[in-house]
């Protein structure tokens, strides 16, 4: 947690942990129901300390939290998204989210399951995503036909995708006939389908397994989720 950024506007700090839109909370704060460090303040901009002050609502203590950091075991047909009109999304599922700015770091397709981080942490998910570092993802596969010998190969020489697009070095484990693990260190968008699609297949299932140094906790079902450890995110950080 850094100092630096520990001193907010009262309405901010409020609105950040989902007290109420902005506007609410300048209400809540102009009738006189939110007190600082046991003094009732009704100027919303008045600047407090993360860190350090007390702030409460109606009597309630809050605790501010900066960062937040999930691992879900996202199912199929929910949306990589934050939010969205009509459906569901997976930042919906995490129900126990203290925050309102998490988003997901990276897209799964709608029909992928799998670890999925859910964060507000926009420095660590530059980190993970950002090309340059080349983080690992490994996926499980289903494939509609049989893998072929020359499989493992043509994704480990970088597979040509199309014109514009060709993949870099995979990993491809065989698991039996038609189930296989890949091994990607980019995540361009349907890069598993696709590739698969380059060599004649078709995915009929996708889940992700894991990501840098982060594996999915085997013991979340589909749909549910846990936070992350201070190792895990320690992990992540220096994951190359
Ligand atoms: N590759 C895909 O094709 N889909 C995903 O959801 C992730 C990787």
């Known amino acids: 947690m850094s100092k630096s ?15 109420g839109t902005r506007t609410e909370v300048k209400q809540l704060i102009r009738k006189g129901r939110v007190m600082v460090n046991g003094n009732t303040i009704i100027v919303p901009e008045t600047k407090v300390n993360s860190n350090q002050d007390r702030i409460s609502v109606d009597g309630r203590e809050l605790s501010y939290v900066h960062l937040e950091y999930y691992m879900l075991n ?6 990589s998204a934050s939010n969205d009109k009509k459906q569901t ?21 709608k029909d992928t399951e799998g670890l999925l981080i859910i964060t507000n942490d926009g420095d660590l998910a530059h980190q993970l995503l950002s090309p340059k570092k ?22 480990a020489s970088g597979l040509t995708i199309d014109e514009e697009f060709t993949a870099l070095p995979a990993v491809l484990k065989r698991v039996s006939e038609r189930e296989a693990y890949v091994t990607i260190r980019e995540g361009k968008f349907h890069q598993i389908k696709r590739m698969f699609e380059a060599v004649k297949n078709e995915v009929v299932y996708l889940k992700r397994i894991s990501m840098g140094s982060l594996n999915l906790d085997e013991n ?16 992540l950080r220096s994951s190359k």
């Open 5 to 19: 950024n520990s001193m907010l506007r009262l309405d901010k700090y409020l609105a950040d942990l989902s007290v």
């Open 74 to 79: 996202k199912p199929a047909g929910v949306v």
């Open 89 to 109: 999304t997976v930042v919906d599922l995490i129900e126990e989210a203290k925050r309102k700015d998490l988003f997901p770091v990276g897209r799964l397709d």
């Open 134 to 155: 080349h983080v690992d993802k490994v996926y499980f596969a289903r494939l509609r036909d049989p893998l072929k010998k020359e499989d493992e190969e043509a994704f």
């Open 220 to 235: 979340l079902s589909l749909g549910e989720y846990r936070e992350l450890t201070e190792d895990e995110i320690k992990a």
